[in-house]
């Protein structure tokens, strides 16, 4: 199979494209529509499906990966930080297969986004821990270990003053706050000091829409650990998704 799509539902938008399996790259547009309000699943499940129509991939047989801001066991999301609290506990996977009419591959979009940098981007050969954080609406993240994926491990709910860090440290709360690039860059110091004093990590991929613009924050964090932006940016949820697929 030279060919997958894939899907990824953030908080704020859901994309969409095919992507060639050999160069992980996209081999479509990139196709995009606004989450819908509330984040219901019957609601995402219609975007989801517009978005395939625009791509013309609604009835094709190629492999389908999906993926979604929550943490998801066999096919379940078990959280819902960004979106309707109905998710919490919900056999979701099912629910988009039933709604799709095919079958797909369910996992968490920060998962794939290091799964694809890990295999066709900034981290792939990278040996030990790479740890992968999206920069969004919330904030993701992806463990691989000598590129195996570890799933589920949601930094963006680390504490902080009795909420999650994500609340305070996500690109949406710069964007909120109207924080300059600098106390944006202070509170990810904060983030990412305590993440490497955790795990003591071999390499850093900052991911999501802001690493468009990684010399306006990279610069200025202070860290031991190498601190890249994500190749494939805004699409590594949709190459590592439909990567994923084919397997
Ligand atoms: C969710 C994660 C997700 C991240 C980025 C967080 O709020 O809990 O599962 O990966 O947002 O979308």
Not at 188 to 202: A, G, I, M, N, S
Request: hydrophobic share 45%.
């Amino acid at each position: 199979m030279t060919s997958a799509i894939g899907v990824d539902i953030g908080g704020t938008g859901i994309k969409a494209g095919v992507v060639n399996l050999e160069h992980g790259k996209l081999e479509s547009d990139r196709v995009r529509l606004p989450t819908p309000r509330g984040a219901q699943p019957a609601d995402v499940l219609a975007t989801v499906q517009q978005v395939l129509d625009m791509l013309g991939v609604s009835d094709s047989s190629l492999p389908l990966g999906v993926a979604f801001p929550a943490s998801i066991k066999e096919g379940r999301t078990l959280s819902a930080a960004n979106i309707a609290q109905e998710w919490i506990g919900f056999e979701a996977e099912k629910f988009f297969e039933n709604g799709l009419g095919r079958s797909i591959t369910f996992v968490n979009d920060a998962d794939a986004a290091g799964v694809a940098e890990a295999r066709h981007g900034a981290a792939r050969g990278a040996r030990r821990l790479t740890i992968l954080t999206t920069l969004g609406t919330g904030i993701g993240s992806a463990f691989l270990y000598n590129g195996t994926l570890v799933p589920n491990t949601e930094l963006g709910h680390l504490n902080y003053e009795g909420d999650s860090i994500e609340r305070w440290t996500a690109y949406s709360a710069m964007e909120r706050e109207q924080l300059s690039w600098q106390d944006w860059a202070a509170r990810l110091q904060v983030f990412y000091d305590h993440v490497e004093f955790l795990f003591t990590p071999d390499l850093f991929v900052v991911g999501g829409g802001v690493s468009k613009h990684p010399e306006n924050f990279i610069p200025l964090l202070n860290l031991r650990t190498p601190i890249v932006p994500a190749i494939h940016r805004n699409s590594s949820g949709i190459i590592g998704a439909a990567s994923l697929a084919a397997d």
